[in-house]
C-alpha cells in the first residue's frame, strides 16, 4: 500500500528550462510535505516543504505547489541546472511536529542536460 | 559541523551472520530513525525513538531490532541477515524544537549485502 507515488521514475530536461516533478499521495491525513533530494552515495536532504494551510511555497528556484482536492503536489525546478540533477523524493507527514513520521514515495531520477 | 554520521558505509555480511549498523549524531535531537531503502524504491520506516521511546513499525520484521544507549548513539541490529535484507539502511534524526520545517536530517547511510 504506496500511501506516497512518484509514476515517474526519471526526467530528463535541457539547463534553463523547467523541471517539474509529480507526487500523488492517497492518505487523508496527511498535511505536511517535503520534498529531499539525494546525490549518489549521500543520504537525503532536505530541499522544501509545504503545510497543508497553503497552496504554494518558493524558495528560490524552488517552488512547491500543491493541490489538496486532487491529493497532488508537484515540485518545480526553475531554471534547471545540471548540478539539480539527483534523485528527488517526496515525503509526507501526519503533522508537522518532532516524532512525526515521514513517508516516502520512490524518487524521481532529474537529469538536467548541459 | 553539526550532522548525522553512519558507520560503516559499505558491509558485507554473511548469510545469517548477525550484523549491528550504527549511527551517531551531533545535534542533539530527541528523535532518531531507521530507514531501509531498496532499489528503486521508496525508503521504508522500521522504527523510531522518540527519545526513549522506542516506536516499531507494525510490518518490521522481528530480524530487526535496534537500541538506542543515549541522546548521541542509535543501533540497528539485524540478527540472521536474509539475502532481501541487502539494502541501503538510512538513519536519520528530527529536532525538539517541534516542527519538520526542515524535515530530517540524514545520515550517508549503510549499504548491507548479504552473501
Known amino acids: 500500500d504506496q500511501q506516497v507515488k512518484q509514476n515517474s521514475p526519471s526526467l530528463s530536461v535541457q539547463e534553463g528550462r523547467i523541471s517539474i516533478l509529480n507526487c500523488d499521495y492517497t492518505n487523508s491525513m496527511f498535511d505536511y510535505f517535503l520534498w529531499y533530494k539525494k546525490y549518489p552515495a549521500e543520504g537525503p536532504t532536505f530541499l522544501i516543504s509545504i503545510s497543508s494551510i497553503k497552496d504554494k511555497n518558493e524558495d528560490g528556484r524552488f517552488t512547491v505547489f500543491l493541490n489538496k482536492s486532487a491529493k497532488h503536489l508537484s515540485l518545480h525546478i526553475v531554471p534547471s541546472q545540471p548540478g539539480d540533477s539527483a534523485v528527488y523524493f517526496c515525503?509526507?507527514?501526519?503533522?508537522?511536529?518532532?516524532?512525526?513520521?515521514?513517508?516516502f514515495g520512490e524518487g524521481t531520477q532529474l537529469t538536467v542536460n548541459p | 559541523d553539526a550532522m548525522v554520521i553512519q558507520n560503516p558505509r559499505y558491509q558485507v555480511t554473511q548469510f545469517g551472520k548477525p550484523v549491528t549498523l550504527s549511527c551517531s549524531q551531533t545535534?542533539?535531537?530527541?528523535?532518531m530513525y531507521w530507514y531501509q531503502q531498496k532499489s528503486s524504491q521508496a525508503p521504508k520506516l522500521l522504527f523510531h525513538?522518540?527519545?526513549?521511546?522506542?516506536?516499531n513499525e507494525a510490518d518490521t520484521p522481528d530480524n530487526f531490532q535496534s537500541r538506542r544507549p543515549n541522546t548521541s548513539f542509535c543501533f540497528l541490529d539485524i540478527r540472521s541477515p536474509g539475502l532481501g535484507d541487502a539494502a541501503m539502511y538510512l538513519c536519520?534524526?528530527?529536532?525538539?524544537?517541534?516542527?519538520?520545517?526542515?524535515?530530517?536530517?540524514f545520515g550517508s547511510g549503510t549499504r548491507l549485502t548479504v552473501v
Open positions: 515525503a509526507a507527514s501526519a503533522g508537522e511536529t518532532s516524532g512525526s513520521r515521514l513517508t
Open positions: 536519520a534524526t528530527s529536532g525538539r524544537q517541534g516542527a519538520l520545517n526542515y524535515g530530517y536530517t
Open positions: 545535534l542533539n535531537h530527541n528523535v
Open positions: 525513538y522518540y527519545d526513549k521511546d522506542f516506536n
